[in-house]
């Protein structure tokens, strides 16, 4: 996972399109590429040398992109090997080669990680609970939430350590619901409970019992099972 102020992880605001802009163009592109590219070190330390030159230049152009950036793009590196939902860059031992297929990384994954945000946000709009919903109605979006969006993560590609990730979203969907974070997170922990394990796809079931829990926790109500009411939102969420 890319360094960052622990809070600034799980605070939404930092990460929420809605809240930055991101402005991108062909003269965008070419004036990031060479900004990486002068970090490329032109001879490259391999696994004789642990690294060390590609891990270097990797935490320059992290520097760049924040600097550039802002705090939104904290996770351009974070590759699905870590958890993350980023497959154009795969740290610095793999990813950092020459300049150009260097830089050529660095814009794919940048992109890849905004478009992410936003479909996220996107998501977190839809599934949030209506404003004058009741606790039981309310509850069953929580569940049903909680439900996609940790599926959305298993299938999001992350590998080991896609707990955290689970974790993160699940509580920037709370706080983009008005939660504040410190009950979000500890909701979320409360719910999980150490029964997700890495490079352990969880059940269906287990993971409904999450969802089921993080609703009653938050309600204090069970979840209502009748859903034929609710069948085109069913369908609607699904096909997201």
Not at 77 to 102: L, M, Q
Not at 124 to 142: G, T
């Amino acid at each position: 996972m890319p360094r960052a102020p622990y809070e600034e992880i799980w605070n939404w605001d930092e990460f929420d399109p809605a809240r930055h802009s991101f402005a991108w163009d062909e003269d965008e592109e070419a004036r990031l590429c060479s900004l990486v590219r002068e970090w490329v070190p032109p001879v490259l330390s391999g696994m004789a040398g642990w690294w060390q030159a590609e891990h270097w230049c990797e935490s320059q152009v992290n520097a760049i992109i924040r600097e550039r950036y802002g705090s939104w793009a904290w996770g351009w590196s974070w590759c699905y090997r870590d958890g993350g939902p980023i497959g154009n860059w795969g740290g610095g031992s793999s990813s950092v080669t020459t300049p150009d297929e260097t830089a050529e990384r660095v814009v794919a994954a940048l992109l890849e990680w905004r478009v992410w945000l936003e479909r996220m946000a996107q998501r977190f709009a839809e599934l949030a609970p209506p404003p004058d919903a009741s606790p039981e109605n309310r509850s069953w979006h929580l569940e049903r939430a909680c439900v996609r969006l940790v599926t959305h993560t298993l299938d999001s590609g992350a590998d080991n350590a896609w707990r955290g990730q689970t974790s993160i979203v699940l509580v920037w969907f709370l706080t983009s619901a008005g939660m504040d974070r410190t009950g979000a997170a500890q909701a979320v922990e409360n719910a999980i409970g150490g029964r997700f394990e890495s490079w352990v796809y969880p059940k269906r079931t287990l993971i409904e019992s999450v969802g089921e829990d993080l609703a009653v926790g938050l309600t204090g109500h069970a979840p209502y099972q009748d859903h034929r009411d609710r069948t085109a939102l069913e369908e609607l969420h699904d096909r997201c």
